[in-house]
C-alpha cells in the first residue's frame, strides 16, 4: 500500500469539500487524510514524501498512527523520499520508517519548530518550553538513533538556523538506507526566489532562503479562500436583508390583522343596532295595530285587506327580502286608509 505526502502537512480540519482540489494536488495533505487509509490494512506500506513540512501536531499524529500500525500488525513501512523531506515532513521520515530510500537530488531538514504567542512574559516562556518540549522530542531520536552528533543536531535546532542534507549525507547519518539513481518526481511549489538562489550559489544558499515569501500554490489558495470570504460575506447580507423583509412582511400582517379585527367588530356592532332598530319597529307596528285582527270584513270594498297588520304581512310574504321595517312604510304608504283605521 501506498500513501502519499506532498506539499503542507495541516491539520484534519482541512479535509473539507473546499479544500479537496488543494488535496487532490498535493499542495496541502491533512493528518486526517494519510491516518484514515491505515484503517484495516495488513500490509507493508510504502511513503511517498514530498513535503516542506507543516503543522507539527498533524505531523505528530500521522506518526502516532503509522507508530500503532507498525506495532498492531508487525508489517514493514518504508519511506520514499522525493525531492524534499523538510521539518515536520523529515520527523515523519525519521520517526516512523524502517527502510529510508531517497533520490540522489533528495534533500532533507531539521530545524526547531516556531510559532507565535502574545502575551506577557509568562506568556512567552509557556510558549518557550512547549517549543522546547517539541523540539527535544526530534532531537532525542537524532542523537541517540543515528550517527548524528549532539553538536551537530544542537546547532541545527538554534533559534533561526535549518540542518541541510543531501542523499549522500543521508545516508552517513544513517538516516537513509538507500539512494535511487533516479530523478526527483513532484518537486516541491518553491517560489521564484528561491529558484533563483538555488541556480546561482548551489544548495548551500537553500537555508537562508526557505520559505522567505509565499509560495505560488499557496498564494493562490489564500486567493481562493479570499474569495470564498467576499462570497460569504455577500451571502450573510443577503440573509439579513431577507431577513429584515421577512420581519417588515410580519409587521404588516399583524397591523392588517387589526385593522380586519377592528372592522369586524365595527360591522358586529352595526348589525347588533340593526337588530335592536328592527325589533323597537316592530313593537312600534304592534302598539299602533293594538287588535287589529278584530277588524276582519271592515275594510273598504277597494281595499284588499281587512286591517293594516294584514296589509303588512302580505307585503312581506310578496317581497320575502324585505324586512319588516320596509314592509310597515310601505303598507302605510298604499293603504293609508288601513293605517288611519289602524291609529284610531
Known sequence: MKL?????????????????????????????????QLTDVDEDIEIVINSRGGNVFAANQ???????????TGKTVTANIGAL????????????????????????????????????????????????????????????QTKLTTEQVDQ??????????????????????????????NPAPANSQVVKQFADHGFDIAACAYDPEMSINELAMSQDIAELNDKLTALQNEIENKDKEIENKDKELEQRAAAEKELHNKLQHSADLANRLENKVSQLTNGLTGDSNSNTGTGDDDCPYANFA????????????????????????????????AKK
Open 310 to 341: 294584514e296589509a303588512i304581512t302580505a307585503i312581506k310574504e310578496d317581497n320575502p327580502k324585505m324586512n319588516h321595517t320596509n314592509a310597515w312604510l310601505k303598507a302605510k304608504n298604499d293603504y293609508p286608509e288601513l293605517w288611519e283605521k
Open 62 to 72: 500521522i506518526i502516532n498512527e503509522i507508530n500503532d500500525f507498525r506495532q498492531r
Open 156 to 185: 541545527w535546532y538554534e533559534e533561526g538556523r535549518m540542518g541541510w542534507l543531501n542523499a549522500q549525507e543521508a545516508i552517513d547519518a544513517g538516516l537513509a538506507d538507500e539512494i535511487i539513481d533516479a530523478k526527483a518526481e
Open 85 to 144: 523531506a523538510a521539518s515536520a515532513a523529515a520527523n515523519i521520515m525519521a520517526l516512523c520508517s524502517d527502510f529510508v530510500r531517497v533520490h540522489n537530488n533528495s534533500k532533507i531538514m531539521f530545524h526547531g519548530a516556531n510559532t507565535s504567542a502574545i502575551g506577557g512574559s509568562g506568556a512567552m516562556q509557556d510558549t518557550k518550553e512547549l517549543l522546547d518540549k517539541i523540539n527535544g522530542d526530534v532531537k532525542t531520536h537524532l542523537t541517540t
Open 4 to 36: 502519499k505526502i506532498s506539499g503542507i502537512i495541516v491539520t484534519s480540519s482541512y479535509d473539507q469539500d473546499w479544500a479537496k482540489k488543494y488535496i487532490d494536488k498535493g499542495i496541502i495533505t491533512p493528518e486526517s487524510t494519510i491516518t484514515s
